[in-house]
């Protein structure tokens, strides 16, 4: 941010083409933010507060429900704003600070699906020795690893965005301040930040995406390799879930870079997919197959209930 900058609040358009919906989006939106909300919380609470769950694959489910529960959060809340009517301004600094959480979020999701995606590869692949590579230290490590990556991330595309001056107009033609939305508005020639930002988010998901196909495609040789039915379907039942949250993250992606030129509103349900849908669908797909995570809840409820009943 340089002292020209002249611009002191953004105006955000909103969601293209959706003139005259804003109740009916705003009652889907405002639902599906708090069942992201109240799910990832109780998972994260579960992971925490349950013994059983104390092992590498529920700690990257921890903090994939820290993820989901900042991701949506970094937009949902301005857009809910202005769908019920309140401003649709911005200042700038509220701008450079939803530009930051959102790319460092996203990145940081990218690099999550890859480690928990490795996860499953030394579980099903080395299953003597899981305990051992993917000790305390190492999950640490990675975890930290993703955070740390997705800062810097996030740190290098802000600066190069606001490094621009921005003198006029100040209309972003989208529901939140994306990069490619905000660079339009720059006063000086943006395609410097324009490159590396798509260079940058492109191959960063494109490397996650090539490293978790690895990770699965030597997950599916040892699984095909065990002998027994049971043994086959307790191995894939592991991967299951971590394998439909790819698809709900990586899937609408894809399909809008397969577009040839793909249409404002399109781009914008990708993102809110993203952003929105998939943080509300992850809690459901990580604990409704799965037997611990519904025991902890349930003991959760078991023993708020008890203590209710004390009082």
Not at 156 to 164: A, E, H, N, R, V
Request: charged share 10%.
């Amino acid at each position: 941010m340089t002292n020209h900058t002249m611009v002191t609040e953004f105006t955000l358009l909103g969601i293209p083409e959706t003139e005259g919906l804003e109740k009916v989006l705003l009652l889907l939106f405002s639902a599906l933010y708090a069942c992201a909300l109240l799910g990832n919380f109780l998972i994260l609470t579960a992971v925490i507060s349950s013994q059983q769950l104390h092992t590498p694959m529920y700690f990257f489910l921890g903090n994939l429900s820290i993820f989901d529960l900042g991701f949506c959060s970094t937009t949902a809340p301005k857009m809910l704003s202005y769908l019920s009517g309140q401003g649709r301004g911005i200042s700038f600094q509220g701008c450079v600070v939803q530009l930051f959480f959102y790319h460092c979020l996203g990145c940081t999701e990218c690099f999550l699906y890859t480690v928990m995606a490795y996860d499953r590869f030394v579980a099903i692949c080395f299953p003597l020795r899981y305990t051992v590579i993917m000790n305390h230290r190492v999950c640490c490590a990675l975890a930290t690893g993703t955070w740390m990556s997705g800062c810097v991330h996030a740190i290098i595309l802000t600066s190069l965005t606001f490094q621009l001056p921005y003198c006029g107009p100040s209309e972003v033609d989208y529901y939140f301040c994306d990069m490619p939305a905000v660079l339009l508005l720059a006063c000086e020639d943006p395609s410097l930040a324009q490159r590396v930002g798509f260079t940058n988010v492109g191959l960063l998901s494109l490397i996650c995406f090539f490293l978790i196909l690895v990770s699965y495609t030597r997950i599916g040789i040892s699984i095909s390799k065990i002998r027994s039915k049971e043994g086959r379907q307790k191995a894939f039942s592991t991967c299951s879930a971590h394998l439909t949250a790819i698809i709900c993250a990586y899937g609408p992606v894809i399909i809008i870079y397969l577009q040839p030129s793909p249409s404002p509103l399109l781009g914008a349900i990708i993102q809110i997919l993203n952003n929105l849908v998939t943080p509300t669908l992850n809690p459901l797909i990580y604990s409704l197959r799965n037997k611990d995570v519904k025991s902890a809840l349930r003991n959760i409820f078991l023993k708020r209930n008890l203590s209710l009943g004390n009082k």
